[in-house]
Nanobody, 116 residues
Framework: QVQLVESGGGLVQAGGSRRVSCAAS????????MGWYRQAPGKEREFVAA????????SSADSVKGRFTISRDNAKNTVYLQMNNLTPEDTAVYYC?????????WGQGTQVTVSS
């Protein structure tokens, strides 16, 4: 069983930066893809960014392009989301997602709150 544990959430002022992390533990970790999603109050969960584990190629939502960067550390089985120039609209619970053996895994989420 794979477990994904997010960390790094918190309160940040508008225009500031924050990095959230997702550490994987459990059986041999060999995902095809890792991603970040977010869910704001009263809204559906939405895609933020993804990275393909072997090649390192990435994709991101238009709303965060140029501000958010996803990266990985294969040795640490960890994926990061660097968030810059945050706005109150980025306030949400940020969830880590992994596709491992065609199965989806989710973390418990970490709250990011951006104050104006």
């Amino acid at each position: 069983q794979v477990q994904l544990v997010e960390s790094g959430g918190g309160l940040v002022q508008a225009g500031g930066s924050r990095r959230v992390s997702c550490a994987a533990s459990g059986r041999t970790f060999s995902p095809s893809r890792m991603g970040w999603y977010r869910q704001a109050p009263g809204k559906e969960r939405e895609f933020v960014a993804a990275i393909w584990w072997s090649g390192g190629s990435t994709s991101s939502a238009d709303s965060v392009k140029g501000r958010f960067t996803i990266s990985r550390d294969n040795a640490k089985n960890t994926v990061y989301l660097q968030m810059n120039n945050l706005t109150p609209e980025d306030t949400a619970v940020y969830y880590c997602n992994g596709t491992i053996g065609a199965l989806p895994y989710w973390g418990q989420g970490t709250q990011v709150t951006v104050s104006s």
